[in-house]
């Protein structure tokens, strides 16, 4: 009898671990098929990639995302799919992907290494290009070193970078990897400036436009957009200086391979039927040579 109870044991443990896999295997799907809805994750204040419309979100990256979301509705059968918009802030982005509260972030971040701990990536969807506006009034030492007019001469070369970055005033968006780089850059260079962060690029612009920055860095697309709605007079300039580019992405859950090859593949669809490119046109002011030589680089065969 105690034999029989043992193997009796063993069956179920053996049935058990079988079933596993099928629980937590494509998570986000089952989950979306259950509810028949799908949770579009953005940053409010990210045009023009993601922005707030009434209950609703407009943007590049959202427009990519209601194709991903046409591809579920499509491959899951759910003629009824319903589209939940859910606003997220900078510092939860990633804890609302991993935790499931919704399914995919569509504002595009860069794929660093700390962020692939928590959260899987998509193809890329856009080349960011990190930028810096400044006053017009701004001073020529610091205008000379930020465009990159200071010759290369070693020791020579730092003293004058340092004088023209030293007791500036600095601004950058809390949390991002614009923060980061700054403060390497400080680091490497041994300048003695300020940095201060700001929660969205509307309050570092405004920074900058009352004096309390001297320069505000961030994403180059997204200034140029601010620029042009907000400061028609010109009293702010952008740089045409692009001191880094990194390709970003849209992030979703880390432990769902199904999801992540549903969403790679609506975008290779895209990139390969030019429906990327309409989006770039409609959205960021159309692509340029570099970035359509990319687009065949980023779709997955």
């Known amino acids: 009898m105690n034999v029989k109870l043992i193997r009796a044991h063993h069956l179920l443990l053996v049935c058990v671990l079988a079933l596993l896999p099928v629980v937590t295997h494509g998570n986000t799907l089952e989950r979306i098929r259950a509810s028949q809805a799908i949770t579009l994750g953005y940053v409010p204040d990210f045009m023009p990639f993601s922005d707030q419309t009434a209950d609703k979100a407009s943007g590049y990256a959202i427009d990519l995302c209601l194709k991903i979301a046409e591809k579920v509705r499509i491959d899951l059968n759910l003629p009824t799919l319903k589209i939940n918009y859910q606003p997220v802030s900078l510092n939860d982005e990633m804890s609302a992907v991993s935790s499931?509260?919704?399914?995919?972030?569509c504002t595009p971040t860069p794929p660093t290494l700390a962020r692939r701990r928590v959260v899987s990536y998509s193809v890329p969807i856009y080349t960011a290009g990190l930028s810096a506006v400044v006053r017009q009034d701004a001073s020529e030492t610091l205008l000379n070193v930020l465009n990159g007019k200071v010759a290369h001469t070693g020791p020579t070369w730092r003293a004058t970078v340092n004088r023209g970055l030293a007791n500036q005033t600095y601004a950058a968006i809390a949390g991002g990897v614009t923060e980061t780089w700054i403060q390497q850059q400080m680091r490497l260079l041994g300048v003695v400036a300020t940095l201060?962060?700001?929660e969205n690029?509307?309050?570092?612009l405004n920074l900058v436009a009352n004096g309390k920055a001297d320069a505000f860095f961030a994403e180059r697309m997204m200034l140029k957009h601010l620029l042009t709605r907000n400061y028609p007079s010109g009293n702010l300039v952008l740089l045409e200086r692009i001191f880094e580019?990194?390709?970003?992405a849209m992030a979703?859950?880390?432990e769902d391979e199904d999801f992540r090859l549903l969403v790679d593949t609506a975008l290779s669809e895209m990139y390969r039927s030019g429906e990327i490119e309409q989006a770039f046109d409609k959205h960021l002011g159309g692509a340029n040579s570099a970035a359509k030589k990319l687009f065949r680089i980023?779709?997955?065969?």
């Open 201 to 204: 690029a509307e309050a570092g």
């Open 245 to 248: 580019s990194a390709p970003t």
């Open 196 to 198: 201060v962060t700001v």
């Open 100 to 105: 499931g509260k919704i399914d995919i972030l």
């Open 298 to 301: 980023y779709a997955i065969p």
């Open 252 to 254: 979703v859950d880390r």
